[in-house]
């Protein structure tokens, strides 16, 4: 299973507490994961990544094996450990704001 | 005895205050998606319990929240809001075109008959329409390619398209304002859209009275005269009496003319309420005194309502969206500024008393009457 950590504002909005596991079937991408993420939760859709263009909306990472993969194409592999569950992908808010 | 129920979106959350029909003990729900901006929550006036609320930020986009229990618990619906078709560009701040692109809802206007269809105003300007109680969206794109669009140009808030009046008589006939564009009218349902912005004159624009361009910053209409329309613009107080076709100043003896919200007594058309602000580039009430001012005569006579609001020391603002009436036989007026006060006056506005002194910058404010 593939490890999901939010943030606390997308959990509250998803009503979940703790991490999301889903099973991504094929290759484990961030696009895979998320696809799967939001045909769960489908309130999720557009928080994550933008409803026209499917980008990463602008203040929010994706970090996982203390690397930052934000800007890593969506259909690039995750790395190992992710995809076996032994780390988490963390859906990060970026610090902006007040 | 009925009861109020007072609807308050802030820049980190919701609250909602009720009272019985007195207005005199409140009590305080919330925060609802606290640390979200809640640019607007509004109430069907056909299903009192149902409410919609515009939740948005600037990390995570918007959302849409819908309860069906007058706010004891919330949904989200739906949130795609698209521009349908080519999106075509409008002006930039510095005259370059830019292409529309969706930011955030500012105002939720459910029908005055069918609780699941609402209306949604958007940054960059926009108009939608929902008639499943929010789960899809769809936009009136009549308006957004207006043949004037690609002059429209935000104003320092934003491209948005903040205030939408349905017309209780005509159900064709909508009115809709965006900072900085102006007011547009349809009479076809919302098919086709017309500027309506002759008599206005703003003096930020090259040419002062041009078709459009006008920072519009509030509308107000009483139910019973659907053709008379009161209008808080950048600066000026307007009015006209012929559903928007020609308007004229009325901003009389007011201390300044610049301010964001306008209301109209339940129960006297011709009473009005305005909130004016030091300046365009002061955005406080003038001298550190907040006062809303009334005219009982269709505007150009004011006077100043101050007892029991802040008479030193003030410099809140009441942002566009955040005043507004119950329909009590005396009628009740409520405002809420950006100190995160919210005050209430149970007759007609002589007298105030807070109901909440220190919420969140107040964003918008509405009244329900409860059986």
Known sequence: ?98 | MSGVRILVGTRKGAFILTADGKRKDWKVDGPHFGGWEIYHLNGSPAEPDRLYASQSSGWFGQIIQRSDNGGQSWNPVGNDFAYDGDVGEHLWYDGTPRPWEFKRIWHLEPSRNDPDTVYAGAEDAALYRSTDGGQKWQELTGLRTHATGPQWQPGAGGMCLHTIITDPVDPNRIFVAISAAGVFRTDDGGTSWSPINKGLRSAQIPDQDAEVGHCVHRLAMHPSRPNVLFMQKHWDVMRTDDAGDSWREISGDLPTDFGFPIAVHAHEPDTVYVVPITSDSEHYVPEGRLRVYRSRSGGDQWEPLTAGLPQANCYVNVLRDAMAVDTLDECGIYFGTTGGQVYASSDSGDSWAPIVRDLPAVLSVEAQVLP
């Not at chain 1, 504002?9 to 099973?23: P, Y």
């Not at chain 1, 484990?28 to 998320?34: F, H, N, S, Y």
């Open chain 1, 1 to 98: 299973m593939i490890r999901v950590v939010l943030p606390p504002h997308l959990r509250n909005l998803a009503r979940i507490s703790g991490e999301v596991q889903v099973a991504v079937t094929g290759t484990v991408t961030l696009r895979a994961v998320l696809d799967v993420v939001e045909d769960r939760y489908p309130m999720l859709q557009g928080t994550i990544r933008d409803r026209s263009t499917g980008q990463r909306r602008a203040f929010l990472r994706f970090f996982a094996c203390e690397e930052d993969l934000s800007n890593q194409p969506p259909d690039a592999p995750l790395p190992d450990r992710v995809t076996t569950g032994e780390e988490p992908l963390l859906v990060v808010g970026a610090m902006a704001g007040g």
